[in-house]
């Protein structure tokens, strides 16, 4: 079956949704996903937190987003993740030195992670993998 | 053509319309004919590449105005 790799390293709206869909598109699609969360992309994976805001560049544009999801024409980032996950297909990893500098520890983390992982894990997940993205 | 199933995804953008075909086709039974209704511009060509890669059979995209009318016959 075909693989997707993704390197999510920002937690900004824009980058989570096509990052997600992605994702979620393909386990759909009876393919394998592994995300790999790193850096600020790993905020988006604490429990209790939630990103609100898209990039800096792109401000001028939020609410257009903003718009978009309370009138239900596009899922929610989560939803859409939980989705894939639902498939079984979906792996997600959590960064090991990202949540060492954000002074996390995996218990601060979303319960549908499947493992904290270092660069050299995910490289072996990825090597495979027929796409491969970083998200940023 | 008489469908089993009629999932309504119009107004939904990419990826909504693709996910709620597949939870549609996942909970049917081989043989039964799903019909998704949907608006977004990329739901023919998504749902074609999504057959295909998927084994399910679209057996037609028809057109009503803004609404895209794709039949899929659910593999075994």
């Known amino acids: 079956m075909p693989k997707i790799a993704l390197i999510v390293a920002s937690e900004r709206l824009?980058?989570?949704?096509?990052?997600?869909?992605?994702?979620?598109?393909?386990?759909?699609?009876?393919?394998?996903?592994?995300?790999?969360?790193?850096?600020?992309?790993?905020?988006?994976?604490?429990?209790?937190?939630?990103?609100?805001?898209?990039?800096?560049?792109y401000q001028a544009y939020q609410?257009?987003?903003?718009?978009?999801?309370?009138?239900?024409?596009?899922?929610?980032?989560?939803?859409v993740l939980h989705q894939g996950v639902a498939t079984g297909r979906v792996k997600i990893y959590a960064c090991s030195s990202s949540l060492g500098m954000f002074g996390m520890t995996a218990d601060d983390l979303e319960e549908y992670v499947d493992s904290v992982a270092g660069a050299a894990?995910?490289?072996?997940?990825?090597?495979?993998?027929?796409?491969?993205l970083f998200v940023s | 053509m008489e469908p089993d199933v009629t999932v309504d995804a119009t107004f939904q953008t990419c990826p909504g319309p693709l996910i709620a075909l597949a939870e549609a086709v996942s909970r049917a039974a081989p043989g039964q004919v799903v019909k998704l209704l949907a608006t977004d511009p990329a739901a023919p060509s998504d749902v074609?590449?999504?057959?295909?890669?998927?084994?399910?059979?679209?057996?037609?995209i028809t057109r009503d105005g803004d609404v895209y009318?794709?039949?899929?016959?659910?593999?075994g």
């Open chain 1, 14 to 57: 824009d980058k989570l949704f096509p990052a997600v869909t992605l994702a979620t598109t393909a386990a759909i699609s009876g393919w394998e996903a592994e995300l790999f969360f790193t850096f600020w992309g790993l905020l988006a994976l604490k429990k209790g937190y939630e990103p609100s805001e898209v990039s800096l560049d």
């Open chain 1, 63 to 79: 609410d257009l987003l903003k718009e978009a999801l309370a009138s239900g024409s596009m899922p929610g980032w989560r939803t």
């Open chain 1, 121 to 132: 894990t995910f490289l072996g997940k990825a090597k495979d993998a027929e796409v491969t």
């Open chain 2, 48 to 60: 074609r590449e999504w057959s295909a890669g998927t084994g399910h059979k679209l057996l037609e």
């Open chain 2, 69 to 75: 009318e794709m039949y899929i016959e659910v593999s």
